[in-house]
């Protein structure tokens, strides 16, 4: 019988830096059982033309009931469940391959927005218990993060609709502050060793997998 899998996407280094936690932590975990499943990783290029099809090769690869795609977020300063992903690319600075599109779809004619299928809420609570910063987050951006959120949802959202009969597979997003060695090179920026965000992201994913349904609790915000 094969071993369900679980989908854990990073993202290589940008923006002048030489690494990226979301991938070290993909690679971390990476083998990993956990809830009865194994833990593949994949590393996505930061490009907007090139990330899509990765995620995509990847999924076919893996064929998981359960993807979280991580990325570094520097103004973070604990890890970000992200709740929603919008069909937005209005890049604040370029890609790897130097592009920088504004204000385009990420995938023309889909639908304006999709909330994640993951148990926010429960993996929240999980996170909270197990004292790893944590929160729920409403905006995923509009770079490459939000980007490979939205069509990752997107590919859920179709694939469920081909086979309604099936057991559809679940997915999201998570956003990780900077690594220490990063924020000593950003004055004033958050951070959060790779040890604590490794033990949270697989926090994350136990929790997820063992909630059909999420928790019935309060999780809005006034801002």
């Keep these: ?28 975990l990476s083998g990993e059982h956990i809830g009865g499943h194994r833990v593949d990783a994949a590393v996505l290029p930061v490009s907007f033309a090139d990330a899509l099809p990765a995620l995509t090769q990847a999924l076919e690869a893996s064929r998981p009931t359960l993807t979280i795609c991580l990325g570094q977020a520097g103004g973070r300063t604990r890890l970000s469940i992200e709740r929603v992903a919008i069909n937005l ?11 920088q599109p504004i204000d385009t779809p990420v995938i023309a004619d889909a639908p304006a927005a999709y909330f994640s299928t993951l148990p926010v809420k429960a993996m929240l609570a999980a996170l909270h218990a197990a004292g790893v910063p944590a929160e729920l987050s409403f905006s995923a951006g509009s770079y490459v993060c939000n980007a490979v959120f939205f069509a990752l949802m997107h590919a859920l959202h179709a694939r469920a609709s081909a086979t309604p009969s099936a057991t559809a597979a679940r997915g999201g997003f998570i956003h990780v502050p ?29 929790a997820a997998l063992s909630h059909a349904h999420d928790l019935h609790t309060t999780g809005g915000s006034t801002h």
Excluded: C, H, W, Y
């Design 1 to 28: 019988m094969t071993t369900p899998r679980v989908l854990l996407t990073g993202f290589e280094a940008f923006d002048g830096e030489d690494i990226n936690p979301a991938r070290q932590i993909a690679e971390t």
């Design 178 to 206: 900077l690594l220490p060695q990063q924020a000593a090179r950003n004055p004033g920026a958050a951070s959060m060793d790779i040890d604590t965000l490794s033990k949270g992201i697989a926090i994350a994913i136990e």
């Design 89 to 99: 690319i209005d890049a604040r600075i370029p890609d790897n391959t130097g592009a």
